[in-house]
């Protein structure tokens, strides 16, 4: 088995000992093949809702001689997994927020047995955190890396109420508080950009420029960046 990227392994260290896991969008069944061939899980359904994929993921499963622990299945979002399939961990990772967002919409029914979701957004991350906490999930624990320059933020969530502020939910609970090294770089990086994106903003386009400026204020209270 090939190596898992660092991305990979950080979504794997939230995944609960013993776990029987729903893997959506499974990305060749890396992570189910990791995390069994680690012992750390004791099932895993890898969905795919391509056909390439999914007999990517399947001749994997099979290549590792695992098909008696992963399940490969050719389903959309939460449509992978049945109540006696006995789920309790859900990964999505490596999509857009707004996806991510949708498929937990979608199988919104399914999510009462859940325990955990680990959630890895690779833009739009507000509105995963706002959906969560409008439906009945809280943020437990969140994590940021740099990979192949690119920023990636991790989002752990448990049955529970907790509400986020507007800072909560566009820069994360726990990351704002830690404010790590990857997290002030991902910021100062976005904090350029928006800049000269109100660089070129028309004077006469007011409302435009004073979206962008509200986002740009946000982040330097954030990072502590004089006006």
């Given at each position: 088995?090939?190596?898992?990227?660092?991305?990979?392994?950080?979504?794997?260290?939230?995944?609960?000992?013993?776990?029987?896991?729903?893997?959506?969008?499974?990305?060749?069944?890396?992570?189910?093949?990791?995390?069994?061939?680690?012992?750390?899980?004791?099932?895993?359904?890898?969905?795919?809702?391509?056909?390439?994929?999914?007999?990517?993921?399947?001749?994997?499963?099979q290549d590792e001689?695992?098909?008696?622990?992963?399940?490969?299945?050719?389903?959309?979002?939460?449509?992978?997994?049945?109540?006696?399939?006995?789920?309790?961990?859900?990964?999505?990772?490596?999509?857009?927020?707004?996806?991510?967002?949708?498929?937990?919409?979608?199988?919104?029914?399914?999510?009462?047995?859940?325990?955990?979701?680990?959630?890895?957004?690779?833009?739009?991350?507000?509105?995963?955190?706002?959906?969560?906490?409008?439906?009945?999930?809280?943020?437990?624990?969140?994590?940021?890396?740099?990979?192949?320059?690119?920023?990636?933020?991790?989002?752990?969530?448990?049955?529970?109420?907790?509400?986020?502020?507007?800072?909560?939910?566009?820069?994360?609970?726990?990351?704002?508080?830690?404010?790590?090294?990857?997290?002030?770089?991902?910021?100062?990086?976005?904090?350029?950009k928006l800049e000269?994106?109100?660089?070129?903003?028309?004077?006469?386009?007011?409302?435009?420029?004073?979206?962008?400026?509200?986002?740009?204020?946000?982040?330097?209270?954030?990072?502590?960046?004089?006006?």
């Amino acid at each position: 088995m090939k190596a898992i990227s660092q991305r990979l392994l950080k979504v794997a260290s939230f995944v609960p000992d013993g776990a029987r896991l729903l893997d959506v969008g499974s990305d060749h069944a890396y992570l189910p093949i990791y995390l069994t061939q680690q012992g750390c899980i004791s099932f895993a359904l890898a969905g795919e809702v391509v056909e390439g994929p999914f007999q990517s993921a399947q001749k994997n499963v099979q290549d590792e001689q695992l098909t008696d622990k992963i399940e490969v299945r050719l389903a959309s979002g939460l449509a992978a997994f049945e109540p006696a399939d006995q789920i309790d961990t859900i990964v999505i990772a490596g999509m857009g927020g707004r996806l991510i967002a949708e498929i937990l919409e979608n199988g919104r029914a399914k999510l009462p047995h859940i325990s955990r979701l680990i959630l890895q957004p690779n833009n739009c991350q507000d509105e995963v955190r706002s959906w969560l906490a409008e439906h009945g999930f809280q943020i437990v624990a969140e994590d940021i890396l740099l990979e192949a320059g690119k920023y990636y933020e991790i989002i752990v969530a448990e049955e529970g109420q907790a509400a986020l502020t507007a800072q909560e939910k566009r820069f994360g609970p726990y990351l704002v508080k830690e404010k790590s090294a990857i997290f002030q770089d991902k910021w100062q990086q976005e904090l350029k950009k928006l800049e000269l994106a109100l660089a070129r903003i028309p004077e006469k386009n007011r409302d435009e420029r004073s979206a962008m400026s509200q986002k740009i204020q946000e982040i330097k209270e954030v990072l502590h960046v004089s006006k």
